[in-house]
């Protein structure tokens, strides 16, 4: 096994550039089982669960080649309509596959996905509002069976919550069904837009992307296409972090800064300077970190797979801020590795008291899933002394050449061997 083991104290300054989203390209993948054919995606991040994923859709009878940085995915047959235990236990997101097979294929069986450290995971919205479309929905054995043998036909569907899988699986169904889908109270995240983006680009004809309304016409057949995943704000927005707790300037390109706009208010807040480009954002900050309270809501609130990145910045700021975690109901486990650090955080629900120390100490650390133990890193990265990130499996499968690019910044990182064992990802 390896561990991350990171110096403190070092400035970081320079350009790193991110790479397109997980969160967008792994549906990306999903949806290219519509389209019987060659789908080209680029700007597709080498992380570990786009391997996942790979193992996913060549699994149903599409072959997956990399050749650097773009995935090449024969959807010419789809062979299968089962997404196995083993490999959605590894990446929950596999869940995704329900969608395009029951439209490619008008059938499904993916195994329950579970939970994971930062929250129950529950699919009961994916499910409703596949029963709406006329999809038969059973589960035995630990497995979902989905059947629309005559097919599905459109509905008009209101999600209780704005759920990002949720309306990426109806996204994809919807697309294939007979007649017009409304989604109410649909999710608008920037990765949403890209998938609508792709869908319409293989003939799908949707409407509403970026708003809580979304129109779907079904169509009967779809196209093959070369297609970019978006910048990842969420990689952005780690090392934009990561620069306000260490100084700056740092400059972070292939990012939409518009992506980024709750993120960036709240750094400004806490003392950063920050600049934008279409594609790039530039910070740094001279004065101390002021203490920023943060509420996590879906988009365009401030997004939650930033909170413990934040929070990491608020256990060094000058004064006490309240963090809210509204999205996942335990997204605050990281905080105790962080106290092992040093930080004064007092968990009360939803709610973490962050009281600001002067300075964090290094000290072993164990990665609880994949925001977190990015989180811990940019601790280290500010903390007096040396930091060992264990179960760092959590955070290779979400961020490419994460210890290279911040060594690219000046950080003082490195992996080393270690015997820490693996926990369970999410
Ligand atoms: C996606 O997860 C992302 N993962 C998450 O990123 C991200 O935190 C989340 O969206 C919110 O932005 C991927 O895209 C692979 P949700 P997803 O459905 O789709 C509840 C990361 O770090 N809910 O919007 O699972 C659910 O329990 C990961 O990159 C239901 O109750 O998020 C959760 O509390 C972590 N019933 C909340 O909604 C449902 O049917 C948000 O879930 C579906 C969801």
Redesign the pocket.
């Known amino acids: 096994m390896q561990s991350i083991r990171v110096t403190g104290g070092n400035p970081l300054s320079g350009t790193v550039t991110v790479g397109g989203a997980?969160?967008s390209g792994?549906k990306l993948m999903a949806a290219a089982l519509l389209a019987p054919g060659v789908t080209t995606i680029h700007n597709m991040p080498d992380i570990a669960d786009v391997d996942t994923m790979s193992e996913v859709i060549g699994g149903l009878g599409a072959p997956v080649r990399r050749d650097e940085h773009s995935l090449v995915i024969d959807a010419t047959t789809v062979d299968s309509f089962e997404a196995p235990y083993e490999i959605v236990a590894k990446m929950r997101?596999s869940i995704i596959v329900l969608g395009p097979l029951l439209g490619r294929l008008g059938r499904a069986r993916v195994a329950m996905p579970g939970g994971c450290n930062?929250?129950?995971?529950?699919?009961?919205?994916?499910l409703r509002g596949l029963s709406q479309l006329g999809v038969q929905i059973a589960s035995e054995h630990g497995y979902i069976e989905a059947t629309a043998p005559h097919g599905m036909r459109g509905a008009s569907i209101a999600l209780d919550?704005p759920?990002?899988?949720?309306t990426e699986n109806l996204l994809m169904a919807g697309a294939a069904a007979w007649g017009t889908t409304v989604i109410e109270n649909a999710?608008r995240?920037p990765?949403i837009q890209d998938l609508i983006a792709f869908l319409n680009a293989m003939g799908a004809r949707i409407e509403g992307a970026g708003t809580s309304t979304i129109t779907i016409e079904g169509v009967s057949a779809f196209s093959p296409v070369t297609h970019g995943v978006v910048g990842d704000r969420?990689e952005a927005g780690t090392f934009l972090v990561a620069a306000a707790l260490c100084g700056g300037p740092v400059t972070v390109a292939g990012v939409k800064p518009e992506h980024l706009d709750l993120v960036l208010a709240k750094l400004t807040a806490a003392g950063a300077e920050i600049s934008t480009g279409p594609d790039e954002v530039t910070l740094q900050r001279g004065g101390p970190i002021r203490p920023v309270d943060a509420a996590t809501l879906?988009y365009p609130g401030f997004?939650?797979?930033m909170q413990p990145q934040f929070m990491t910045l608020m256990a060094v700021a000058n004064g006490t801020s309240v963090i809210t975690e509204n999205?996942?109901?335990s997204r605050f486990m990281f905080a105790d590795e962080l106290g092992r650090m040093g930080a004064d955080i007092t968990i009360e629900g939803h709610r973490a008291l962050v009281r600001g120390a002067a300075r964090l100490s290094g000290a072993p650390v164990i990665s609880p899933d994949?925001?977190g133990g990015a989180a811990l890193v940019l601790a280290g990265l500010a903390a007096e002394g040396a930091t060992t990130v264990g179960d760092i499996h959590h955070i290779m499968r979400?961020y490419e050449s994460f210890v290279d690019k911040l060594a690219g910044l000046g950080a003082d990182i490195a992996l080393i061997d270690s015997d820490e064992g693996e926990g369970r990802g999410?």
């Open positions: 997980k969160n792994l997101a930062i929250g129950s995971r529950k699919i009961d919205l994916h919550f759920s990002v899988g949720a999710a995240e990765e969420i879906p997004p939650t797979d999205v996942f109901e994949l925001r979400g999410c």
